[in-house]
């Protein structure tokens, strides 16, 4: 994920989704705090770091919280958030979609598609650098 919080200043409201393991419902939280590279929200009595570009919570070099879904990320409105998850699962539907073309459960369907379906779905590819 990559967005920009370049005019982002204490007192703003951000969209704040926690990781799995970290306990609480996405919610809008007070930012606190801005720096060059980082903002601050207050979570339990303390200023917790976030990355001003990527919007992912920080964390000391040594510590592996992320991996293991402690930490947070903050998005600019419940809207951005939403449209991300949007993209994410129509992403996944269309992979499920084009392996199912050519593994589908009675082999492959491309066998049975028109010249014309493959030459559009290369074209489509194509324009997209795939």
Not at 32 to 40: D, E, L, P
Not at 61 to 74: E, I, P, Q, T
Not at 79 to 98: D, F, M, P, Q, S
């Amino acid at each position: 994920m990559t967005m920009s919080f370049k005019h982002l200043k204490a007192g703003d409201q951000v969209y704040v989704v926690p990781q799995r393991r970290r306990s609480g419902e996405p919610s809008f939280v007070e930012v606190i705090k801005v720096g060059r590279k980082y903002g601050y929200i207050l979570e339990y009595a303390q200023q917790e770091p976030f990355d001003l570009l990527t919007g992912q919570s920080v964390h000391n070099d040594n510590s592996n919280a992320r991996c293991n879904g402690w930490g947070f990320d903050v998005w600019p409105s419940e809207e951005a958030y939403r449209a991300h998850i949007a993209t994410i699962e129509a992403n996944i539907r269309l992979g499920k979609r084009l392996k199912a073309l050519y593994h589908g459960q009675y082999g492959s369907m491309l066998d049975k598609a028109s010249p014309k379906l493959v030459a559009d779905l290369h074209a489509v590819l194509d324009r997209h650098g795939a």
